[in-house]
């Protein structure tokens, strides 16, 4: 689900393809933010889904979409329920269980009036909401709490509001979220929280992981009471997703190495080991989908090859002379781009070449869910389902039937043959 900062709210943009997210973990009790720059890419519109996946993201705070100005998506509703939203001139608010979380973007090109008028927005709508709330984005401006040498003039207006609102700076350390070639990295990517909930913010880091932008995406965890249920996980393997060649090769493989002992036994070991190899586990649907539907082996390997050079960028721009590392790191993030968008191709033509020969197949089931998403079925006694039940569809008694006495041969009138050609 999204909540996009522009003239008309609309959902623009949601997962593709039926790629389930990751299953919460059981014993985690926290909700897991990432606040995402897309510095307006076209490739980190790509790689959200995936970094979502891998990180197992509840809630995302987005600045600089592709297409838009600031963003909330929530990608699974069932485990980070929103009660309502809102949205103001550079912001846009949503109220997830207890919290409020406001996403903004205050450009640079602003002069500092409309700076400051944007900024009396965003408080104004704190101050009218109250409660938990965290403020984060790319406020384009430093100071020194969060990390920077100095404190400029919107910064220091940053500061204001905040300490006015009751709120601190979450941003632990002074790595850069911001860093663009040839330039000194710089940190305009915050995250404010409550005076009094700050104690709940956990885990605040800076990820190291191309994502297609400049900015680095920033992820932090919100301590929680409450706890989500969960779907039953389910034991076994995917049979969908058997590789049947593999299956026989490690059965015979196995069976040529056994020696003696119990042959049950020394069986069943052999068939779980060969099922292992051949087709992943079955689990949960969400626990499912660790990839994004593009995502390769080729794509996954490129982008260790991006942040592999970056670090080797920043490394020489300590030195001074960085103009080979410079051209490998363009290099690296061009062939990345253009892996992306060819198996993004190939997939939506296999998916359009399934769907006239299985109608019914994949790109029905899409359809079919992006239409209507399915709500968590309540847990319910026995008792309680049999009178819903009962209500819904209450019980009828059987009444007779009316029958009509037949006609009889001589009461019914003979018709003429002037009759019979006039009705021809």
């Known amino acids: 689900m999204l909540y996009l900062h522009s003239r008309e709210q609309e959902r623009c943009w949601t997962p593709p393809w039926d790629c389930a997210l990751p299953q919460r973990d059981k014993k985690r009790k926290a909700m897991k933010i990432l606040q995402a720059n897309m510095h307006r890419s076209r490739t980190a519109n790509y790689l959200l889904h995936q970094i979502v996946l891998e990180n197992q993201i509840d809630v995302v705070i987005i600045s600089e979409q592709y297409t838009k100005t600031a963003a909330i998506w929530i990608p699974d509703p069932t485990t980070a329920p929103h009660r309502s939203d809102k949205k103001g001139r550079c912001h846009v608010i949503t109220q997830i269980r207890n919290w409020t979380i406001f996403s903004c973007y205050l450009t640079p090109s602003d002069d500092i009036q409309t700076f400051q008028t944007k900024l009396e927005d965003i408080e104004d709508n704190a101050r009218h909401i109250g409660g938990n709330l965290i403020i984060a984005g790319d406020f384009n401006s430093r100071a020194q709490e969060w990390g920077m040498p100095s404190t400029d003039s919107r910064g220091r207006r940053v500061l204001n509001m905040a300490a006015r609102t009751g709120m601190l700076t979450a941003n632990v350390g002074a790595t850069p979220t911001f860093n663009r070639v040839g330039n000194v990295g710089t940190i305009p990517d915050i995250t404010l929280v409550t005076e009094n909930c700050a104690h709940k913010i956990a885990d605040w880091k800076v990820l190291d992981t191309y994502n297609g932008s400049d900015h680095c995406y920033i992820m932090f965890d919100i301590s929680e009471n409450e706890v989500t249920t969960l779907a039953p996980s389910r034991k076994g393997w995917n049979a969908n997703r058997l590789d049947k060649e593999m299956l026989i090769r490690?059965?015979?493989?196995?069976?040529?190495?056994?020696?003696?002992?119990?042959?049950?036994?020394?069986?069943?070991?052999?068939?779980?080991?060969?099922?292992?190899?051949?087709?992943?586990?079955m689990g949960n649907r969400r626990r499912q989908g660790q990839e994004a539907y593009w995502w390769t082996q080729e794509i996954k390997a490129l982008r260790e090859t991006c942040i592999k050079n970056r670090?080797?960028?920043?490394?020489?721009?300590?030195?001074?002379?960085?103009?080979?590392?410079?051209?490998?790191?363009?290099?690296?993030?061009?062939?990345?781009?253009?892996?992306?968008?060819?198996?993004?191709?190939?997939?939506?033509?296999?998916?359009?070449?399934?769907?006239?020969?299985?109608?019914?197949?994949?790109?029905?089931?899409?359809?079919?869910?992006?239409?209507?998403?399915?709500?968590?079925t309540p847990d319910l006694e026995e008792e309680q389902m049999d009178q819903i039940v009962k209500t819904l569809f209450p019980a009828h008694t059987n009444s007779t039937a009316r029958t009509t006495p037949p006609i009889a041969e001589h009461q019914i009138e003979l018709f003429t043959e002037d009759e019979l050609l006039k009705a021809t």
Do not use: H
Request: glycine content about 6%; proline content about 3%; overall charge positive.
């Open 250 to 281: 490690e059965i015979d493989a196995r069976l040529n190495r056994q020696r003696g002992g119990d042959i049950i036994s020394n069986n069943m070991t052999t068939i779980r080991q060969a099922c292992n190899a051949a087709m992943p586990k």
């Open 311 to 376: 670090r080797r960028l920043t490394r020489a721009r300590r030195r001074g002379i960085f103009t080979e590392e410079e051209s490998q790191f363009k290099k690296s993030k061009k062939d990345l781009n253009i892996a992306i968008r060819k198996s993004k191709t190939e997939k939506w033509k296999r998916l359009c070449n399934d769907v006239n020969s299985d109608p019914w197949g994949l790109g029905y089931k899409i359809v079919m869910k992006k239409l209507r998403t399915r709500n968590p």
